[in-house]
């Protein structure tokens, strides 16, 4: 029924700190999202008797991959060819408004390069600390999902990586943008990854598996990434050069993760269990 499509016209902004800077949900939900992934692999660390420190330390890292990786993940995937003729925005998001510069914000975040932050932050802090890079790997990817549905959350309030238009009663008009029905992806998303850390968290707690280092992460990018890949159909392109490309960007992102994910679950498979912390 369309009389039952939301309409969605909510302010990005709760508050404006100063006049150039603004408090977004978007940045509250990105935080939350990083803040509950952090209570859940501590809940890990110390059901397995493992140095809460160890984790704070390894946090440390995380927020730093995560937030560097996104950003140039989205520079360079999606609008190098700007970026590379503007490099100081990609860390210092502010332009000459009038008289004045502004903070206009980072004006893209890419989740496929935040992954590889992460991962490229974790390998760094396991060969530091002498750590088990897939016992690291396999906790955290427990948490990422949750990271990645609030993140969505967070999109959703920012009324941006919306779907394509449709028909059915469950769309939703983003009204900052214009008044088509569109499929709500950042939910479709949020709603898949709340669901994979369900079946990660089960696969961790089984005791009927064999779960050699490496198998949960395995099965956390081929789930999370096959996810993408599939909602990805219902997304409208979020550049212009995707509109020539048979599959967009995001899903020939997906395509290694969920082939890496593979690969390490059939080589970890009838592997013995290490732990390591």
């Not at 603004?22 to 952090?38: H, R």
């Not at 088990?132 to 941006?160: C, H, K, Q, T, Y």
């Not at 490496?214 to 996810?227: H, K, N, P």
């Amino acid at each position: 029924m369309k009389d039952k499509i939301l309409t969605w016209n909510v302010d990005p902004v709760i508050y404006w700190i100063t006049d150039s800077f603004p408090l977004k949900y978007y940045g509250i939900l990105f935080a939350t999202g990083l803040m509950l992934g952090y209570l859940i692999v501590k809940k890990i660390y110390q059901k397995e008797n493992i140095p809460v420190e160890n984790l704070e330390k390894l946090s440390t890292y995380i927020v730093i991959g995560t937030l560097l990786g996104a950003r140039l993940g989205h520079c360079f995937f999606y609008d190098f060819s700007y970026y590379s003729h503007n490099l100081i925005e990609i860390v210092l998001p502010i332009k000459k408004i009038g008289e004045t510069y502004k903070f206009i914000g980072f004006q893209g975040l890419a989740s496929h390069g935040g992954v590889i932050g992460v991962l490229t932050a974790i390998i760094l802090y396991s060969r530091k600390y002498k750590t088990d890079l897939l016992w690291i790997l396999d906790r955290v990817a427990i948490a990422g999902p949750v990271a990645g549905a609030f993140i969505r959350l967070g999109n959703f309030m920012n009324s941006e990586i919306y779907g394509k238009p449709t028909n059915g009663d469950w769309g939703v008009i983003f009204q900052q943008d214009d008044l088509i029905p569109r499929h709500p992806t950042q939910l479709y998303e949020a709603s898949a990854y709340l669901l994979i850390f369900g079946i990660l968290l089960l696969l961790y707690k089984s005791e009927k598996f064999n779960k050699p280092n490496g198998v949960i992460f395995g099965v956390f990018l081929t789930l999370l990434f096959s996810a993408r890949f599939m909602i990805e159909f219902f997304k409208e392109n979020q550049v212009n050069f995707e509109n020539e490309m048979t599959i967009n960007m995001g899903q020939v992102l997906s395509i290694p993760f969920i082939l890496t994910g593979l690969i390490i679950i059939f080589l970890k498979r009838k592997n013995p269990v290490h732990n390591n912390s």
